[in-house]
């Protein structure tokens, strides 16, 4: 901790020894190259520019994103372009991620840099590549319902019932979501198939799976589903016939 101590109060130092330097108008990067090795050592997180005009933070920021950037350490170099608000160099950084085939990092960095034409790109991407988690981030992100709908389509084939669930709740289709609680039903996915109807507001297929549910003796499933449906005449029957 002293060890650490230290080092902040003498890139501190360094800093407020160099503030005259720096604030010169100078377009040269190279310029922050002497603080760069001292502001990693201090770490983004603990860093103060308050001292700095917006133009120099800029400055420095990009140069310390970029550092981090060529260490390896993309986590960092998003902080700092982010306080930055350099939107270019965060464009970089999501195509290092694609590249990488971490699509979750590459679609939270797009959505920084507010790229929604490389949201849907990658979107389309992990679509046809099987990635439906990432393709959902994606088209949620830019509001594209018609591809969202497509990965739900996928999702409900593929037995991905919770992604299935978000999609097509976000999206508010009702028709869409009386179709995956017709399948969750059917492969005894209870849970998804409740959430389903109920989100629908469909009391009669909320009545059916209360009778499937009863048939094959989940009472509190069938309680559940009979309740959101508003058939009183059937959770009175449960709560005094199947008392636990």
Known sequence: MEKE???????????????DIINQKNDDINKF??????LLKKGIDNLNLSMFNPELK?????????????????????????????????NEIAEDYERLLQFDNCIEVYKLANNKEKLLQVGKK????????SAMKAFITIGDNINLIEVGNQCVSTYKYD???EIFSTVKDKDKLIELGSKCADDGKYDYAIKAF????????????????????????ALESYGLAGNDVMVDFIKENFKE
């Open 58 to 90: 800029y400055g420095i920021l990009s140069a310390l994103g970029e550092a981090y950037r060529k260490k390896g350490n993309l986590n960092d170099a998003v902080k700092s372009f982010v306080l930055a608000g350099n939107k270019d160099k965060l």
């Open 198 to 221: 109920e989100l629908a507001g469909d009391k009669e297929k909320l009545n059916k799976l209360g009778d499937l549910c009863m048939k094959n003796e989940l009472v509190s499933k």
């Open 5 to 19: 101590k230290i080092m902040q109060n003498l890139v501190s130092d360094i800093l407020e020894r160099n503030k």
């Open 33 to 38: 190259g002497r603080i760069v090795p001292s």
């Open 163 to 165: 992604y299935a669930f």
């Open 126 to 133: 992990c679509l046809e590549d099987g990635h439906l988690g």
